[in-house]
């Protein structure tokens, strides 16, 4: 297994990833225009990172790195968590626990003090998942569609 920014010639494969999911399905759409705006701004980003595990040369799974600063929790940077998906064939493998690791790892590097992520309620699997890697269902998240 091993990581990588992913790159433009990554991007139909990552948003397959991402909306082979009932829940993110409808608000993913198809591969278009906003998805490669979506890209060009991470990656123009200093504090944002698309990251997708490879298997035998193949993009298996794909997640969203942000570092946050900020002047709360005596200026702790946060390390947000976003878009974990791993190929549903290969679900169950450890793959998700390789990448969460990763996502660790890297926040460890940019000094960041918390992890934190949000996953939506009709996710439970995702929710056991999170609790077996230490996460804690420690505050109730509040979305406003703009």
């Known amino acids: 297994m091993t990581f990588r920014a992913a790159t433009r010639a ?9 909306a082979d999911d009932a829940v993110a399905a409808a608000r ?5 225009p906003a998805h490669v705006a979506g890209f060009e701004a991470i990656e123009a980003s200093p504090n944002d990172e698309l990251v ?15 570092f946050i600063p900020g002047v709360a929790r005596n200026g702790a940077t946060r ?6 998906r791993v190929d549903q064939r290969l679900r169950g493998l450890g793959i998700g626990r390789l990448m969460m ?12 003090a918390l ?16 609790r077996s890697l230490g996460y804690a269902q420690s ?3 509040f979305k406003l569609p703009l």
């Open 139 to 141: 505050h109730e998240g």
């Open 115 to 130: 992890a934190q992520l949000t996953s939506d309620k009709q996710r439970p699997d995702a929710h056991r998942f999170y």
């Open 79 to 84: 390390l947000q968590v976003e878009a974990v």
């Open 28 to 32: 993913t759409g198809d591969h278009g």
């Open 52 to 66: 997708v595990a490879e298997l035998d040369g193949e993009v298996v799974g794909v997640m969203q790195l942000t």
């Open 101 to 112: 690791e990763h996502a660790h790892a890297r926040g460890r590097e940019r000094g960041c």
């Open 10 to 18: 990554d991007l139909a494969r990552v948003v397959a990833l991402i």
